[in-house]
């Protein structure tokens, strides 16, 4: 039994970062600490000028990042506090100066969706499959940013079949409708990842920064307060049941209130 505790693994390769989510008991499920693992590294990360690239990946080939830790939302008394936290972690990934790379194996829901939508390129295998089932599991909600983000990248049909039909999303569709950069197999992927992040380590670093830090801000502009809406789902019955429901190994029973 591995008992290794859930982490953020980062190594330094010369211009290039590889940063791995490390959970794999739990098919890389981030826990609360690793959420604000990942909002140092990012912020470390952005004043390093000598790194140029950032690779990210999960550990193991089952999932990149398959959502949150659950067990952190039983105690959940804050309204939507939880949404405006993540919407920080996930502003430092997004505004990172730099071209990122997220490599993708198996699963990519929940925040392994928006962390690989934050990112700039997705390689992914051909098997990979994508998307936030809550309507399905949980029964709560994104904030008006991460919906923003996703919706600019994925298109609305998309996020809508996402959100409200619970489908995953198979790799060839999105790679025929650009959002993956390319796909592979699993033995090629890490060569494949490593050669574009050679590329882009080796084109103008503030031309890259301009144009991707200008793009975040143009998706950012203008966001709508759905305080309300966010307050609603976390605080209703249906999200306590969602939670507990996950825990318990069941399917919820949803009441709409």
Request: with cysteine.
């Amino acid at each position: 039994m591995n008992s290794t505790p859930p982490r953020i693994d980062l190594k330094l390769e010369g211009s290039i970062a590889r940063i791995t989510f490390n959970n794999p008991a739990a098919r890389n499920a981030l826990t609360w600490p690793m959420y604000e693992e990942l909002k140092q590294i990012c912020d470390d990360l952005a004043n390093k000028p000598e790194i140029r690239v950032v690779i990210f990946r999960g550990a193991g080939d089952k999932a990149f990042v398959s959502g949150s830790d659950i067990q952190q939302f039983v105690d959940l008394k804050t309204n939507e506090a939880y949404e405006v936290s993540v919407d920080a972690i996930f502003h430092s990934l997004q505004h990172l100066p730099i071209p990122t790379i997220a490599l993708i194996e198996g699963l990519a829901v929940g925040s392994g969706l928006l962390i690989a939508t934050a990112c700039d390129f997705r390689i992914s295998t051909s098997d990979a499959r994508f998307g936030i089932p809550v309507a399905k599991t949980l029964g709560n909600c994104l904030s008006p940013s991460n919906l923003s983000w996703i919706a600019s990248h994925l298109g609305v049909p998309m996020v809508k079949r996402m959100l409200l039909s619970a489908e995953l999303i198979k790799a060839p569709e999105l790679l025929n409708s650009g959002y993956l950069y390319q796909t592979t197999s699993p033995e090629e992927i890490g060569g494949v990842t490593d050669a574009l992040a050679v590329k882009l380590a080796a084109l103008a670093p503030i031309t890259q920064k301009a144009s991707k830090l200008t793009l975040a801000r143009l998706m950012e502009s203008n966001l709508p307060d759905c305080t309300a809406l966010m307050r609603e789902t976390y605080n209703s019955a249906d999200f306590k049941e969602g939670v507990h429901a996950f825990l318990e190994g069941r399917s919820p029973k949803w009441l709409g209130k």
